[in-house]
């Protein structure tokens, strides 16, 4: 990835390391049940970016017949800051550029670990059918967006 970007650079880096694939600002990685994928947004109106977590159930209907799916074609969807609960703001402020309190290299670090440290272990225990079901017994997916066809199938 060709940029200069500190939260890119940083999404980049735990993307890496996770094994996921790329293709543009998406990255994804295919597992025996579920396609998991992870996106970063950036904001119509500044340098702001939310990082957005899907995760598709195979067998189950697609919303659109594409894979490796986008996000918003997941069956389950959620951002970064659902899972760090009463820490919305300081992810707010590490994915906005135009916060001028955090450097660079700090920022990059910081992505770096947050998407490392929270959403690899989150995707990786939704990377099946029954970890998808223990995350919505736990209460992980209480701020998530959860398509229909999932809650009658696995939430049952």
Known sequence: MKTDNPIKLGVEAAMKDM????????????LDETFLVVDLQMSNFGQQYYVN???????????????????????????????????????????DLEDPSIGADERREQVRAVVADVAAPFLAGCGTRVGISDAFRQGRLNH??????????LLV
């Open 53 to 95: 977590l899907g995760i598709l159930v195979k067998g189950l209907p697609l919303v659109r017949d594409r894979l490796p799916p986008k996000e918003n074609e997941c069956h389950i969807r959620l951002r970064i800051e659902a899972l760090k609960p009463g820490e919305e703001e300081s992810l707010r402020r590490l994915l």
């Open 144 to 153: 998530a967006l959860i398509h229909r066809v999932v809650r009658e199938s």
């Open 19 to 30: 094994k996921f694939v790329r293709k543009s600002s998406t990255w994804h990685r295919e």
